[in-house]
């Protein structure tokens, strides 16, 4: 049976996926999560409702792989030899405008998870937790390199310390992310913080 069920899953070419996506997130942007709908979707990429349930199982899903497949590439690739390297790396992956793009479908998705548990569940499994095992990897090199200590207390906020400055961006300036203001920010911020002598 399960091997029938991946059969079936699979029908779909990684071409076809890809345009499945960047509609999905088309009409995210257009119309929002809770307006966005399966007939809205099967409607736009001309594919069937049972198609598109069949592969993902639902919305939530659907979503939140859209956006996973739009972001560029696995943070484990990138081994520059440095922490300040990986991530200088990490953030000029998108440029301005993709940033952008990426702060306003966030933020959309943000409000939406407070009130959708399996959009949570799905964000969860498929961005935040993908993300912050690529985080463990980068720190745990820097920490056998020896510029991290392994008991660092920032080294468990990483991944806050890059989303806040990425999501307060907007809130507290008024602009969007740039490529500028977050190798400044990792300059000024994580790196002395992940990097920092031990305290007396």
Known sequence: MAE?????????TPEREAELYTAVLDLLREVG??????????ARTRS????????????????????????????SEIDTGSL?????????????????????????????????????RAFKEHLVEPEMEDFRRVLGRAIDRGE?????PAAAFIMHMMIGAFSARTLLDEQ??????????????VLPA???????
């Open 4 to 12: 029938a069920a991946t059969a079936r899953r699979s029908r779909i």
């Open 33 to 42: 999560y809770d307006a966005l709908t399966m007939d809205a979707v099967a």
């Open 48 to 75: 069937s409702k049972a198609t598109l349930y069949r592969q993902w199982g639902g919305k939530p899903e659907l979503v939140v792989k859209a956006v996973r497949h739009n972001k560029p590439g696995s943070l």
């Open 84 to 120: 300040r390297g990986d991530l200088h790396a990490l953030t000029l992956r998108s440029d301005d405008c993709q940033m952008e793009q990426n702060s306003a479908l966030m933020r959309g998705l943000a409000m939406a998870v407070h009130d959708n548990p399996d959009l949570l």
């Open 148 to 152: 991290v200590r392994a008991d660092n």
């Open 176 to 189: 969007p992310p740039t490529q500028d203001f977050l190798l400044s920010y990792i300059d000024a911020v």
């Open 194 to 200: 992940l990097c920092a002598p031990p305290t007396a």
